[in-house]
């Protein structure tokens, strides 16, 4: 906004001065700080209608009046020595937006898999559970929890992008998982057993939290030891994965797309019985 004060004669123009400089991460001065500050607080005055009653804090009068009342400069925050302020509105460009928040998923829409239930050799830290995204958007897993029928642990998982594959595993150190790409550890409290074995996913403990998807399989055949389970979720089928991985002499694809139209994984090897796959409603 111009202001000029009649009866003055501008005097000749010379080149704008640089702005303030400002120092930190975010620390924002001078005038254009003071225009974002006072654009942020008069989009909030005029929501709330805090000028008067039937008029807007967007012109002059409002501006002035956010000005005089010190809004402005508490949105700024207090000047630094350097003249740098880092309050909220300082914080913030003239074009800045704020980001999409990932959304708990909700039942289904993260199911698994693959999982390798019986490694190569020992099993202790060896075992892996892929989950991927069948949502559109992206998913908030921090409250994420696996659980077996004896044992629950948390394996928080930040943001899943919509379609990606995630992998958790007893341990994310390739030297003790034989080489898996693991990228959420849950630890070695939670063990896949080779018969009759579940495996749940949850949002919350699954006792009282929301069950995402669960998977069951019964005694595994020996074409199943160090070979992954490849799991179809629309049927329900999975077969012995047959791509060798990593160091430990196990077969997976952990952290990859599962083979595509694999006919192997149309019924389950063990005599054709599908795999117990079941999601909460």
């Not at 009649?6 to 001065?17: E, K, Y």
């Not at 120092?23 to 254009?32: C, E, H, L, R, Y």
């Not at 006919?263 to 909460?280: I, K, L, P, Q, W």
């Amino acid at each position: 906004m111009l202001v000029m004060a009649l009866g003055c004669t501008p005097g000749p123009v010379g080149p704008r001065p640089p702005p303030a400089k400002t120092t930190g991460t975010g620390n924002t001065g001078g005038s254009d700080a003071r225009a974002v500050a006072q654009d942020a607080a008069v989009r909030l005055a005029d929501a709330a209608g805090v000028v008067s009653p039937g008029k807007s804090a967007s012109g002059a009068g409002g501006r002035a009046a956010l000005d005089a009342a010190g809004t402005v400069d508490a949105a700024l925050g207090p000047p630094h020595a350097d003249g740098g302020r880092d309050g909220p509105a300082a914080r913030r460009s003239p074009d800045a937006s704020d980001a999409a928040v990932a959304r708990a998923p909700r039942p289904g829409e993260i199911v698994i898999d693959e999982l390798l239930v019986n490694p190569a050799g020992d099993d202790l830290g060896r075992e892996w559970v892929e989950i991927v995204s069948r949502a559109g958007e992206a998913l908030d897993l921090s409250q994420l929890h696996l659980a077996t029928a004896t044992a629950d642990v948390p394996a928080p998982a930040g943001t899943l992008e919509a379609g990606a594959t995630l992998l958790l595993g007893q341990s994310s150190d390739p030297a003790k998982n034989g080489g898996a790409p693991v990228a959420v550890a849950y630890g070695t409290k939670l063990i896949l057993v080779n018969a009759d074995g579940q495996l749940s996913l949850c949002l919350g403990a699954c006792a009282t939290g929301v069950v995402l998807d669960a998977f069951a399989w019964g005694t595994l055949a020996d074409a199943y030891t160090g070979h992954a389970l490849i799991v179809d979720p629309a049927t329900g089928a999975f077969c012995a994965a047959q791509t060798p991985f990593g160091t430990g002499g196990s077969f997976g694809t952990p952290g990859a797309p599962n083979p595509s139209a694999d006919a192997s994984c149309s019924e389950n090897v063990d005599g054709g019985s599908r795999a117990d796959v079941s999601v909460a409603d």
